[in-house]
């Protein structure tokens, strides 16, 4: 594990949103393994919330298949692991701005993942996302703001 990765992975346990994952993973009974760059991955999620078949608290990356089934794709592996790198900077605060990011990007495109900034950053086609396009009254505000 490179230098990044151990402060980005200290980041998150002393942030306390790895423990939170954590605390989720054992609470789930999920198959726990390590994974790359300091993560650890939890397979077997049953919970019903979320609902997305694969997500990321902190330093844990769950998904409803194996850890095994992850390790075979490391372009999702990647994708994760930069929400890692966003809760090392935003710690509880990811939380929020998350679901924030997610409104809007629902308000302009009518997906929570288009237009969020964290999703984007992480890499849309990486995290298995088509990129849908504006709503009609966003494109035409758009096309307003910047005429003017």
Request: zero cysteines; aromatic letters at 10%; hydrophobic letters at 45%.
């Amino acid at each position: 594990m490179a230098g990044p990765q151990v402060l980005r992975t200290a980041l998150t346990w002393a942030n306390g949103t790895s423990v939170v994952g954590l605390a989720l993973a054992l609470a789930a009974r999920t198959a726990l393994r390590r994974g790359p760059d300091g993560v650890l991955l939890a397979g077997g999620y049953r919970f019903p919330a979320p609902k997305q078949p694969l997500f990321t608290i902190g330093s844990v990356i769950f998904t409803r298949t194996t850890a095994g089934w992850l390790s075979e794709h490391p372009a999702l592996v990647a994708h994760e692991s930069r929400h890692v790198t966003h809760y090392a900077l935003l710690g509880p605060l990811y939380w929020p701005v998350y679901w924030a990011a997610s409104a809007y990007s629902a308000a302009l495109t009518g997906d929570f993942f288009s237009r969020n900034v964290l999703e984007r950053h992480a890499g849309l086609d990486a995290g298995g996302y088509g990129e849908r396009p504006l709503r009609p009254w966003a494109t035409r505000l758009r096309a307003a703001v910047t005429r003017g």
